[in-house]
């Protein structure tokens, strides 16, 4: 599964622009983990503002961000490679209670924070980890830039649908470089908000017209995006050893099957009877 960020960079060389189409990410991400409206929602907007944040990577560097809620168990993870490999999921706390709230601002709570931890290789990793005054992500993304990394960011997250059927899902990074003259920010969000109902169209086109909004900007790289995670049937096996040699006999005797989700991108695998049978043979000759 694969999208696209397009990067353009202003012709004064002051400002930075992502944007970004995952509509086909989320989907997927939402057939993984079935979730109600509003987890659903807040799963997109992290996971699409978390993907922009790939082409600010270098080299091998990674990125991994949670966005931890009020409630304790309840949070949104997500990781993404400067390769465009990305994934994430809600924690099963979320998933139990199927991100029932009200609305964002609810389900984030007073005390929502981000955190991120950047591995820039060689073992060196730096976390940083600011607040959510805003209580609605996508405003708090821009917060924890200005607070943690002390850039100009904006951030504007373009979704509707239904957990079950998602209509888009578009992200938008609008960044001032280093000595940007005052006003270029606000030039630049004044363009885009004036052209809210572009990113909100749907057809073969659609791309093309996004691309108009940024006239006074050059795109200058397109990177792929992959929903990727290296879990398999056959890597959370070994899992099934924690059940203990009884629970095993036991499940295999009654014809159970056993489900196992994958804590990094959220993918379920099912175990059939055979498979605890080996697994219980491998078990009682250790």
Not at 42 to 56: E, G, K, M, R, V
Not at 215 to 243: H, I, M, N, T, W
Request: one cysteine or more.
């Amino acid at each position: 599964m694969e999208a696209m960020i397009a990067k353009f960079l202003s012709h004064d060389k002051q400002t930075r622009i992502l944007v970004l189409d995952n509509t086909s990410i989320v989907r997927e991400l939402m057939r993984r983990q079935p979730l109600r409206a509003v987890g659903a929602e807040a799963l997109a907007t992290s996971f699409s503002l978390s993907c922009l944040l790939c082409a600010t990577l270098k080299d091998e560097q990674r990125l991994s961000i949670r966005i931890q809620t009020s409630t304790a168990g309840r949070y949104f993870q997500c990781d993404v490679e400067s390769n465009g490999h990305v994934r994430g999921y809600a924690s099963d706390a979320v998933v139990d209670s199927g991100g029932n709230a009200a609305g964002l601002t609810e389900l984030i709570g007073s005390r929502g924070l981000i955190r991120m931890t950047k591995d820039i290789g060689m073992g060196s990793l730096f976390t940083s980890a600011v607040d959510m005054p805003y209580q609605n992500i996508v405003d708090d993304f821009a917060h924890f830039f200005r607070q943690s990394e002390q850039l100009d960011t904006a951030f504007r997250y373009f979704y509707s649908g239904k957990p079950s059927d998602i209509r888009y899902s578009r992200a938008v990074l609008v960044q001032a470089l280093p000595f940007a003259k005052d006003g270029t920010m606000e030039h630049w969000l004044s363009e885009l908000d004036k052209s809210e109902d572009v990113f909100r169209t749907i057809g073969s086109d659609s791309e093309q017209r996004i691309r108009t909004v940024f006239g006074g900007a050059d795109l200058v790289e397109r990177q792929p995006l992959l929903l990727s995670c290296s879990c398999s049937k056959e890597a959370l096996l070994p899992l099934l050893y924690g059940l203990g040699p009884a629970e095993l006999e036991d499940i295999r005797r009654n014809r159970q099957t056993v489900e196992i989700a994958c804590h990094l991108c959220g993918r379920k695998y099912e175990y059939n009877p055979q498979d605890l049978f080996t697994q219980g043979n491998d078990w009682r000759s250790q």
